[in-house]
Every structure is written in C-alpha cells, then in structure tokens.
T-cell receptor, first 110, second 116 residues
Framework: QKEVEQNSGPLSVPEGAIASLNCTYS??????FFWYRQYSGKSPELKMF????GDKEDGRFTAQLNKASQYVSLLIRDSQPSDSATYLC??????????FGTGTQLKVEL | GAVVSQHPSWVICKSGTSVKIECRSL??????MFWYRQFPKQSLMLMAT?????????EQGVEKDKFLINHASLTLSTLTVTSAHPEDSSFYIC????????????FGPGTRLTVL
C-alpha cells in the first residue's frame, strides 16, 4: 500500500465551481499535513498546512483533516483558471521528512 | 518571509563534468535543508537531508559519493552532481525549514539539469 494516495486526475471543473481534491494516507503516526501547488516546470508552492482535525480556511482554500479516517482534502471555492496546476498532498511523521503523493492535476475550464 | 533561492535555475553540461547547485534561505536561518529530484510527470523524491555543520543523511538508493552535499552555514547548502551522466538529467529542488516553521518546508525555484 502506498503511503499517500491521490487520484492523478485530471480533475476538470468549470470556472467558478468548487474543486475538491482528496488524499488518503496510511501512517497513523502522521502529524502534519500539507497541500502544495505545482505549476508545470516550477517548484512546489505551499498552499495550506493543517495539524488538527477539522477545517482550516484561507481565502478560497479550505483544508480538511480527518485523522480517524486518514484523509485530508483541499477545497477550492470559486475556482479560477489560474488554479489549474498539480496539487501535491504531503505529510510528516515524527521526523523531518515530507512524504509526497503523486499529485492531482486540476484543470479549471472557462 | 520564508524565501528560498536556488542558483543556477538551469544548467546544461557535458557528460562526465561536475555541476554545483546552490540553495539559500534569504530571510531566515534554515536549521535543515532538503534536496529533492523530480523526473517528468513524477512526484518529488527526497535525495538527502542536511543539517548545518553535520553530514547529510542520504535516502536509500542515493549515492552519496555522486551527490555531494555541503551545508556550511544556516543559509547555504550546496549539491554537487559529480561526473554527471544523461540519466542524472532532472529537476533538482531544495527546501528549507527552521524551528520557527516547525514541519513546514519552503521550496526553492528548482534547477533544471540537462546532461548531454
């Protein structure tokens, strides 16, 4: 079983809609969870981090964490074409290392 | 805040030569820096973790004699790809964290290496 599972997509949503990206993880010891956005040919950019169960909102972005079910999600409201990118889910356990998923490609269509 | 730079942004070299990539934290002191490699359409693969003033810890399968890492100060880490070959062509990305940012890693813009 992979440590982090993400649907590779592409996930296509119309402009203005809500995009929902999901990620499941296998390590129950995971402590911190991150969503990075990566445009093609660029390095990852931190969008959200979440440590506690529940929701965390930042503008149009909301991260949701459910440790009991071992999933973390990212909701993007009022999706814009500029949101089109690959979104990488990542987590850390007790150490320094980030474990990345393979990413979900999001396409926001006009 | 939390800006990380890399230099060069891209490099093309001949097979057998060595290439040095610099990673700098510009507005904070990085207690730990990380080096990743990313091949096309794949996720990031951690190569090594380096702490200032100590030897880097390499991931399984990464040759430490080929990928030399030096973390000489709290703001600078370098990765040297020695005797580069075409299969080393990849996107190399560094990241940095500090005690203030806890587990959060901030990534540099990456260096695209092409070995001819």
């Amino acid at each position: 079983q992979k440590e982090v599972e993400q649907n590779s997509g592409p996930l296509s949503v119309p402009e203005g809609a809500i995009a929902s990206l999901n990620c499941t993880y296998s390590d129950r010891g995971s402590q911190s969870f991150f969503w990075y956005r990566q445009y093609s040919g660029k390095s990852p950019e931190l969008k959200m981090f979440i440590y506690s169960n529940g929701d965390k909102e930042d503008g149009r972005f909301t991260a949701q964490l459910n440790k009991a079910s071992q999933y973390v999600s990212l909701l993007i409201r009022d999706s814009q074409p500029s949101d089109s990118a690959t979104y990488l889910c990542a987590f850390t356990g007790g150490g320094n290392k980030l474990t990345f998923g393979t990413g979900t490609q999001l396409k926001v269509e006009l | 805040g939390a800006v990380v730079s890399q230099h060069p942004s891209w490099v093309i070299c001949k097979s057998g030569t060595s290439v040095k990539i610099e990673c700098r934290s510009l507005d904070f002191q990085a207690t730990t820096m990380f080096w990743y490699r990313q091949f096309p359409k794949q996720s990031l693969m951690l190569m090594a973790t380096s702490n200032e003033g100590s030897k880097a810890t390499y991931e399984q399968g990464v040759e430490k004699d080929k990928f030399l890492i030096n973390h000489a100060s709290l703001t600078l880490s370098t990765l040297t790809v020695t005797s580069a070959h075409p299969e080393d062509s990849s996107f190399y990305i560094c990241s940095a964290r500090t005690y203030r940012t806890s587990d959060t890693q901030y990534f540099g813009p990456g260096t695209r290496l092409t070995v001819l």
